[in-house]
């Protein structure tokens, strides 16, 4: 199959790029703005008209959670109106949307995790065009799969690993939100987990949502422990309540996933979240 990747310079793009080098069985076109502005309805529609993909994978986004609140405008039009554009292009050329998306769009009030048919209920501006995203792919597209996931991470990009390794080498102690609690993601076992379930998508009609994260539960203040730990830093790690942390855009405090339906839907097993982050440190390492 011919796939389409936006945002090949973000983590997930980077990953299925290095994915990408071992899968003989698909070709790949890997796109990011300097190739096609998502936001050009035109520039869309002209690339997916030529190319005729039979699968995209939207990993294009803006991710910068608090710059959101100050510019809601430029995070809807990347991560709401692009992804109509992607949406109406896929249909004229019968081409499948994969579409990922947050588990920012939850309030974070539930106390157990979140299923597919949970009511969203975004609380930040970066949460509201995430969920402007997800309905475009509802409301447009004839073939379409949305997944949620929740607090990535790669080898490439910034992220959290690479600030809490940064901060870690540098300082005798880190201060870290103890009481926002999800499951880290580590971007390579999602594309993986993607490029594993192409074949199953073949015939795929309709939209479908999905959530995939790692396996288990931590809070941030876990996850910053367990980076210095894997990497052998020298770093206390101190527990602080969100309250003591400014922070622009508000945070959900609970935002696990339930993984039930995608794992039975596609067979598929998912790493627990400590031992995907140690592969991640491993390879940043090598």
């Avoid at 994978?57 to 959670?65: E, M």
């Avoid at 997944?147 to 390794?165: A, C, D, E, P």
């Amino acid at each position: 199959m011919k796939i389409l990747i936006t945002g090949s310079k973000g983590q997930m793009g980077q990953e299925f790029q290095m994915i990408s080098r071992g899968d003989s069985g698909n070709r790949y076109i890997f796109t990011d703005i300097e190739e096609l502005d998502i936001t050009d309805p035109i520039a869309v529609t002209s690339l997916i008209r030529t190319e005729k993909p039979d699968i995209i994978v939207n990993c294009a986004g803006y991710t910068a959670v608090d710059n959101a609140e100050r510019d809601f405008d430029k995070s809807l039009q990347i991560n709401g109106t692009a992804v109509e554009n992607l949406a109406r292009a896929a249909n004229e050329t019968g081409s499948l949307l994969i579409h990922i998306s947050s588990d920012y769009v939850f309030d974070g009030t539930s106390s157990t995790p979140y299923q597919e048919d949970t009511p969203p209920n975004p609380i930040s501006a970066y949460a509201k065009s995430k969920y402007e995203g997800e309905q475009a792919v509802f409301n447009l597209a004839d073939r379409g799969i949305i997944i949620r996931t929740s607090w990535l991470y790669s080898s490439f990009g910034q992220n959290f690993v690479k600030t809490i390794l940064k901060y870690g080498r540098e300082r005798d102690s880190l201060k870290v939100i103890f009481d926002q609690i999800g499951t880290p993601t580590y971007a390579r076992d999602l594309c993986k987990t993607i490029v594993d379930i192409f074949p199953s998508l073949k015939d795929h009609w309709g939209v479908e949502l999905f959530h995939y994260s790692d396996e288990g539960v931590a809070s941030w203040y876990d996850f910053a422990v367990a980076i210095v730990d894997l990497a052998g830093i020298n770093c206390q790690v101190l527990p602080i309540e969100s309250k003591d942390y400014l922070q622009l855009a508000p945070r959900p405090f609970y935002s696990v996933l339930n993984k039930a339906k995608i794992k039975s839907r596609f067979g598929i097993t998912i790493p627990y979240w400590r031992n995907s982050l140690l592969d991640c440190l491993l390879k940043m390492k090598a």
